[in-house]
């Protein structure tokens, strides 16, 4: 069973940073993509960012491309979400999920396993 635990989420001015980290149990972690994701109140889950098994290639949705980075440190079995220059339209709860495959995509059904999410607050 794998488990991911999320951590860093809190509240923000506009135009701060946030570091979020995920924490994920069971073995071979580098065999699988990693994700973030987020939901708003009232809205579906939308795909953020996401990263090979090797951390080799990442992607991004167009609305975090530039500010958003993500990584991974396979030694810990974690992966990071660093958000930077964060908006309003940057609130909701953040979620880290574990791929189906080494190599990631941005639909919510091709990830397997999921966190408890955190909440990033991003005030005006």
């Known amino acids: 069973q794998v488990q991911l635990v999320e951590s860093g989420g809190g509240l923000v001015q506009a135009g701060g940073s946030l570091r979020l980290s995920c924490l994920a149990s069971?073995?071979?972690?580098?065999?699988?993509?990693m994700g973030w994701f987020r939901q708003a109140p009232g809205k579906e889950r939308e795909f953020v960012a996401a990263?090979?098994?090797?951390?080799?290639?990442?992607y991004y949705a167009d609305s975090v491309k530039g500010r958003f980075t993500i990584s991974r440190d396979n030694a810990k079995n974690t992966v990071y979400l660093q958000m930077n220059s964060l908006k309003p339209e940057d609130t909701a709860v953040y979620y880290c999920?574990?791929?189906?495959?080494?190599?990631?995509?941005?639909?919510?059904?091709?990830?397997?396993?999921w966190g408890q999410g955190t909440q990033v607050t991003v005030s005006s």
């Open positions: 069971g073995r071979i972690f580098s065999l699988w993509a």
């Open positions: 990263i090979t098994g090797n951390g080799g290639s990442t």
């Open positions: 999920a574990r791929g189906r495959m080494f190599y990631p995509t941005m639909g919510v059904r091709d990830y397997d396993y």
